[in-house]
Nanobody, 123 residues
Framework: QVQLVESGGGLVQAGGSLRLSCVASGRTASTYIMGWFRQAPGKEREFVTTISRGGGSTYYADSVKGRFTISADGAKNTVYLQMNSLKPEDTAVYYC????????????????WGQGTQVTVSS
């Protein structure tokens, strides 16, 4: 299996930026496709973004397109989520997740999840 550890969450004012990190470890860590999801209070978990194994393709939820950027450092087995122009509605627990395939925007496709990191955006 793969173990995922997120970091980088915190409190930021609207318009500010944060960078989240997710370190993957384990014998097969390099074989997984990584993505980010978030869950806001009282809402369902939603897809945020994902990146292809080689880093050549990315997909974003419409709500974050143009503001968030996913990237990966294969040598460090780390995936990042750069969040700019943050809005109060971005407030949520952010989770990194790993899948072998399947539908990229479906949480059901992701077999492994990190513990989550809280992002709070104040107005």
């Amino acid at each position: 299996q793969v173990q995922l550890v997120e970091s980088g969450g915190g409190l930021v004012q609207a318009g500010g930026s944060l960078r989240l990190s997710c370190v993957a470890s384990g014998r097969t860590a390099s074989t997984y496709i990584m993505g980010w999801f978030r869950q806001a209070p009282g809402k369902e978990r939603e897809f945020v973004t994902t990146i292809s194994r080689g880093g050549g393709s990315t997909y974003y939820a419409d709500s974050v397109k143009g503001r968030f950027t996913i990237s990966a450092d294969g040598a460090k087995n780390t995936v990042y989520l750069q969040m700019n122009s943050l809005k109060p509605e971005d407030t949520a627990v952010y989770y990194c997740a790993a899948r072998m395939g399947g539908t990229y925007y479906s949480g059901l496709a992701y077999a492994f999840w990190g513990q989550g990191t809280q992002v709070t955006v104040s107005s």
